[in-house]
């Protein structure tokens, strides 16, 4: 393993923007806050000490599952490798930025829940990873370009745990129902 290898867990500034490079790799570039805090010993709060920011970059179906899955403010863990980008500023100046081409990037489940669709089983996995490189997955939106400043008031949260399906099903009791189904039954 690299020394340079680095694990991150931090919150996204901004929402993930999808771009692709001329020859059409799909990219996608996060900021993320990693925040350092301590427990002042007089007042029993917590404090703000310092921040860090990471410029991660992803690639390929990586880049399109974090532009269809993250926003602004999700907590995230980053692992990738770590290097320096530096620059000549405006002013001559010498700048520096910590980046990180990541190899995962997923939510940080200690502070907020995710629901994962089982996976395809057996042959159709194959057929299920090319419809996802093939076109974006039903229910999400690609941005290309600048993101809406507007959104409209009746979108469904994909993770909307709370919803209810047309049979009146809460969606965390329809994919428990979806898993028991699809189990093997148990030896036992």
Same mark, same amino acid.
């Given at each position: 393993?690299?020394?340079?290898?680095?694990?991150?867990?931090?919150?996204?500034?901004?929402?993930?923007?999808?771009?692709?490079?001329?020859?059409?790799?799909?990219?996608?570039?996060?900021?993320?806050?990693?925040?350092?805090?301590?427990?002042?010993?007089?007042?029993?709060?917590?404090?703000?000490?310092?921040?860090?920011?990471?410029?991660?970059?992803?690639?390929?179906?990586?880049?399109?599952?974090?532009?269809?899955?993250?926003?602004?403010?999700?907590?995230?863990?980053?692992?990738?490798?770590?290097?320096?980008?530096?620059?000549?500023?405006?002013?001559?100046?010498?700048?520096?930025?910590?980046?990180?081409?990541?190899?995962?990037?997923?939510?940080?489940?200690?502070?907020?829940?995710?629901?994962?669709? @089982?996976? %395809?089983?057996? /042959? &159709?996995?194959?057929?299920?990873?090319? !419809?996802?490189? =093939?076109?974006?997955?039903? $229910?999400?939106?690609?941005?290309?370009?600048? @993101?809406? %400043?507007?959104? /409209? &008031?009746?979108?469904?949260?994909?993770? !909307?745990?709370? =919803?209810?399906?047309?049979? $009146?099903?809460?969606?965390?009791?329809?994919?428990?129902?979806?898993?028991?189904?699809?189990?093997?039954?148990?030896?036992?």
């Amino acid at each position: 393993m690299p020394a340079n290898r680095i694990t991150v867990i931090g919150n996204l500034t901004r929402k993930p923007e999808l771009r692709y490079t001329p020859t059409g790799v799909a990219v996608v570039e996060l900021t993320v806050a990693e925040n350092y805090r301590r427990l002042d010993t007089v007042s029993k709060e917590w404090r703000d000490v310092s921040r860090t920011y990471y410029r991660v970059t992803c690639w390929r179906s990586l880049a399109e599952h974090a532009a269809g899955t993250l926003g602004k403010g999700h907590s995230v863990i980053v692992v990738g490798r770590m290097y320096m980008d530096e620059w000549v500023g405006r002013e001559g100046e010498l700048r520096r930025t910590l980046c990180i081409e990541a190899d995962s990037v997923g939510y940080d489940l200690k502070y907020s829940s995710a629901l994962v669709p @089982p996976r %395809t089983p057996g /042959p &159709d996995r194959q057929a299920a990873a090319e !419809d996802r490189t =093939g076109r974006p997955a039903s $229910g999400w939106e690609v941005v290309v370009g600048e @993101p809406p %400043t507007d959104e /409209p &008031d009746d979108v469904d949260e994909p993770f !909307d745990v709370d =919803g209810e399906d047309v049979e $009146g099903r809460s969606m965390v009791d329809r994919i428990r129902q979806e898993q028991l189904a699809t189990a093997p039954a148990s030896d036992g």
